[in-house]
T-cell receptor
Framework: GEDVEQSLFLSVREGDSSVINCTYT??????LYWYKQEPGAGLQLLTY?????DMKQDQRLTVLLNKKDKHLSLRIADTQTGDSAIYFC?????????????FGAGTQVVVTP | GAVVSQHPSWVICKSGTSVKIECRSL??????MFWYRQFPKQSLMLMAT?????????EQGVEKDKFLINHASLTLSTLTVTSAHPEDSSFYIC????????????????FGQGTRLTVV
């Protein structure tokens, strides 16, 4: 199985909050990331969190990290139709090079009017 | 963040031909580049790590003779899909990184736009 796990699908009504959950396995990961991918497009980095932080907020996005449980979540406040996309969480893989990531399977978020 | 340009953005080729995908780091000297592959509705799987001036390191199950990687300069890495077949059709994405001693550890990988390869 994958080292990074996510639920595959989330449906949310416009204006509500979305919460996407992720679990990872490598406790030595330094950074954890959330990427957004729209259909046919590349990856857009939404936010990242350093492993010694518990929370990070950036406008409508809030990342929570529970290092003990190896659980990461992304909360999107006031979800809009433009937020419909696939969201990937990723952990950095400790190595002698930085930038190497292990991705989850992705969560498809569908925002309904 | 740094800008990584990947070309072409899409390509259609005949079965048996080879296709080269370029990944350029425009404003950053990338000593390391990563190549990922994404099948439809699936996650990104790391194929290989290329280090400037040395041979690439391939992940388990990736055929090094089929996916040739060259990283001859600090700003360019190429992935050549040799003798492509329909099962090689996929979305290929590169990202730029670096050696740990280059920075405090880096905060993000810089991704190209991706290349959609269709082999007919």
């Amino acid at each position: 199985g994958e080292d990074v796990e996510q639920s595959l699908f989330l449906s949310v009504r416009e204006g509500d909050s979305s919460v996407i959950n992720c679990t990872y396995t490598d406790s030595s990961s330094t950074y954890l990331y959330w990427y957004k991918q729209e259909p046919g497009a590349g990856l857009q980095l939404l936010t990242y969190i350093f492993s010694n932080m518990d929370m990070k907020q950036d406008q409508r996005l809030t990342v929570l990290l529970n290092k003990k449980d190896k659980h990461l979540s992304l909360r999107i406040a006031d979800t809009q139709t433009g937020d419909s996309a696939i969201y990937f969480c990723a952990e950095s893989i400790p190595t002698d090079s930085w930038g190497k990531l292990q991705f989850g399977a992705g969560t498809q978020v569908v925002v309904t009017p | 963040g740094a800008v990584v340009s990947q070309h072409p953005s899409w390509v259609i080729c005949k079965s048996g031909t080879s296709v080269k995908i370029e990944c350029r780091s425009l404003d950053f000297q990338a000593t390391t580049m990563f190549w990922y592959r994404q099948f439809p509705k699936q996650s990104l799987m790391l194929m290989a790590t290329s280090n400037e001036g040395s041979k690439a390191t391939y992940e388990q199950g990736v055929e090094k003779d089929k996916f040739l990687i060259n990283h001859a300069s600090l700003t360019l890495s190429t992935l050549t899909v040799t003798s492509a077949h329909p099962e090689d059709s996929s979305f290929y994405i590169c990202s730029a990184g670096g050696r740990q001693e280059q920075s405090s550890g880096g905060t993000e990988a810089f991704f190209g736009q991706g290349t959609r390869l269709t082999v007919v």
